[in-house]
C-alpha cells in the first residue's frame, strides 16, 4: 500500500498556506501531525494533487489561555498539549480525554485540530468539543469565520469546512466555578478505536452528556437529575440511532448509553460538588 | 509560490531529504509520497526498523522523531526532512555491546520471531528515559500500540520492568 503520487509544500506562513489552498481548489488538502490523513492516502481513500503541510508555521503552533478560553492552533500536537503545564486545572476534560487519544506513538505527532477536521465518530477530541460547546476558527483568503462544534461536524467525516478553509485553531472555554466534568470510553483495548465514549459537564444549568462513536457525530443532550434521568437517557440512547458494526450491536450501543452514559452523568455531578467544596474553602 | 516562500515539491519528482539518524546527517532523494520507513529501508539501508500494516495500527515501524515514539509509515519522508530520527540501530552503546533494555529482552526473552521487536524498543527506550520511574500500568498502556503475535507480551512487560530497575539503579550508582 503506497499513496498515490501527490505534490508537497511545507508552508512557512499562514498566508503562504491559505494562497496554497486557495489555488489549488478541492486538489490540495492540509497535511499536519498526518496520523490520520496518511492512512487515507496510504489506502486511496484520499488522493490530493498537493498536501499543504503547516507543521513549520509558527503562528499556528500556539496555546493561549487568555483566562475564559483556551485556543489552541492548527500545528499544536496532541502531546504537547497533554503534557502542558496545569491542563487538568484549566481545563479538567481535555486533561482527561487526551491519554485515550489514539496511542502514545500517534499523539506524538497528531494535532488537535487534526482530529476536528477528520471528524471520525468514534474519535474523543470532537467529542470533547462538542461536549464543552467548543468553536473551530476557520480561516481562508475570502474571510474568517468562527463554528460552534456542532455546526462545523455535519456527518460522519464531513464538516463545514470549505475546500479553501483552513482551521486555524480550535477553543474551548476555560474551567469555570461551580462546573463538574467527567470522561469515560468504551474499547476493547486501550487506544482502539472507542465503542462507545462519555463525556459530561455539570455547571448550574445542569448536566450535559455527550456521546461519541454511537451516531454519525458526537451528540450531546442536558439531562435531568433526578428520578426522571433513566427515561431520558432510555430516550437519547434511541434518539442515536446507534447501528450494528464489528465491534458491536447497536443494542450494546444503546445499553452503554443507558448505564455508563448515566454514570458518567453522575460522576460530573459529583465532581462539581467535590470541586465546590473545594472552592469554598 | 516562491514569492512567498519555500517552492512546492512536484509530484513524482525526487527531491533531497536530509536529516539526523542516530546522531549522523544522512540524505538521500525521495518523491513526496514515499513513506519514511521505506526512506529508511530502501534508500537509507537502514533495515532494522520493520513493516507491518502500514497504516499505523500494528507498531512494527515505530521510530523515535525528535525524541517521542511515532509511526514510520505514518510519516512522509518529506515530513521528517531536518528532524532527527533514531531506529533500533542507534540503541546498542556498541556493535559488540547491547543496551540494557536490549539485555533485559533477551534474559527475559521478550522477543521469539522478532518482527515486532525494534517497534517495541523505540517506545520503551523513550519510555524509560522519559519516566524513569514507570510501572506496570505505564509499560502495558506503552505497549497498547504494539502487536506481537509471539510473546502473549508477559515476557515483554517483564523485560521492560526488569530494564527500568536496572536504569535506575545505574543512575544511582
Known sequence: MKPARFAYLRAATTEHALEALHQGGGEARVIAGGQSLVPMLTMRLARPALLVDIMHVAALSRTDDDGARITIGAAVRQRALETRDGLAQRQPLLAMALPW????????????????????????????????????????RRRARRLAAEEFLTGMMVTARAEDELIEAVSVPAIRPGTGYAFREISRRHGDFA??????????????????????????????????????????????????????SARYRRELVRRIGGDVALEALRDQQARAVKEAV | MSRH??????????????????????????????LLHDFLRHVLG???????????????CTVQIDGAPARACLTLAVQADGAEIRTVEGLAPAADRLSVLQEAFRTHHGLQ???????????LDALLRERPDCGEAEVREALSGHLCRCTGYAPIVKAALAAAEALRETDHA
Not at chain 1, 132 to 138: A, E, R, S, Y
Open chain 2, 46 to 60: 537502514a533495515t532494522g526498523t520493520h513493516v507491518g500494516c502500514e497504516h499505523g495500527i500494528c507498531g512494527a
Open chain 1, 101 to 140: 487519544v489514539g496511542h502514545m506513538q500517534t499523539r506524538s505527532r497528531g494535532t488537535v485540530c487534526g482530529s476536528i477536521a477528520h471528524a471520525d465518530p468514534s474519535a474523543e477530541l470532537p467529542l470533547v468539543l462538542v461536549a464543552l460547546g467548543g468553536q473551530v476558527h476557520l480561516l481562508s
Open chain 1, 195 to 248: 465503542i462507545a465514549a462519555f463525556a459530561a459537564v455539570a455547571d448550574e444549568r445542569g448536566v450535559r452528556l455527550a456521546v461519541g462513536g454511537v451516531a454519525a457525530i458526537p451528540m450531546a443532550r442536558v439531562l435531568p437529575t433526578d428520578q426522571a434521568l433513566g427515561d431520558a437517557l432510555d430516550a437519547f440512547a434511541w434518539d442515536l440511532d446507534a447501528r450494528d458494526d464489528l465491534h458491536a
Open chain 2, 5 to 34: 516562500g519555500p517552492a512546492v515539491l512536484d509530484a513524482g519528482q525526487r527531491h533531497p531529504v536530509r536529516f539526523t539518524l542516530n546522531g549522523r546527517t544522512v540524505s538521500g532523494e525521495a518523491e513526496p509520497r514515499m
Open chain 2, 113 to 123: 520471531c522478532g518482527f515486532c521487536t525494534p517497534g517495541i524498543l523505540m517506545t
